[in-house]
């Protein structure tokens, strides 16, 4: 079974005005894009889809968490994410993806795909750096942590050399 095939959105049938589609999207979703960055995917997307006579307006939201690894401690952790983007459909001679805010689909088509512009809003809206919450505050009890700190350099005392206090007295 595809796993995509329920974000295919087949708007021909659709009448002009506002419709509305929710989506639940687990691990398996980023699988059929071979994304492994992410351990686990509990999210749930709402889209509000604005059918005009001409184009359509696309309004996404997600909300939810991923099960994601630190990269300073290797530690598990899950990252809240709510997120949201506005995409506009057109239409046109040939099919035009090269905008991150419209996309151009030819005269003819009944049908649109959301996966693709979920999938990089989700992907988007995760840090560069995943830092667990416990390091910020102090909470996080980790072996690495430890290491760590006990590699960390050490502040060293600054002892006086004679020769030069005696040429500090020149001055």
């Given at each position: 079974m595809d796993?995509?095939?329920?974000f295919v959105i087949p708007f021909v049938?659709?009448?002009?005005?506002?419709?509305?589609?929710?989506?639940?999207?687990?691990?398996t979703f980023f699988n059929e894009f071979e994304f492994s960055d992410f351990d686990a995917a509990t999210l749930k997307v709402s889209l509000l889809f604005e059918k005009k006579a001409s184009l359509m307006n696309l309004k996404f939201s997600v909300t939810g968490t991923l099960g994601l690894s630190?990269?300073?401690t290797n530690e598990p952790f899950?990252?809240?994410?709510?997120?949201s983007l506005d995409w506009i459909v057109k239409f046109g001679d040939q099919y035009d993806d090269d905008n991150d805010?419209?996309?151009?689909?030819?005269?003819g088509?009944?049908?649109?795909?959301?996966?693709q512009p979920i999938y990089e809003m989700i992907v988007l809206a995760v840090p560069i750096k995943k830092v667990h919450p416990g390091i910020a505050d102090g909470t996080l009890d980790s072996?690495?942590?430890?290491?760590?700190?006990?590699?960390?350099?050490?502040?060293?005392?600054?002892?006086?050399d004679p020769r030069w206090d005696k040429l500090k007295d020149l001055l």
């Open positions: 796993v995509l095939a329920e049938g659709l009448k002009e005005g506002e419709h509305s589609f929710e989506f639940e999207i687990d691990k630190c990269d300073v899950d990252y809240p994410i709510e997120t805010e419209f996309i151009i689909l030819p005269h088509s009944y049908q649109i795909n959301v996966a072996d690495i942590l430890k290491k760590l700190e006990e590699l960390q350099p050490k502040e060293e005392k600054e002892e006086n």
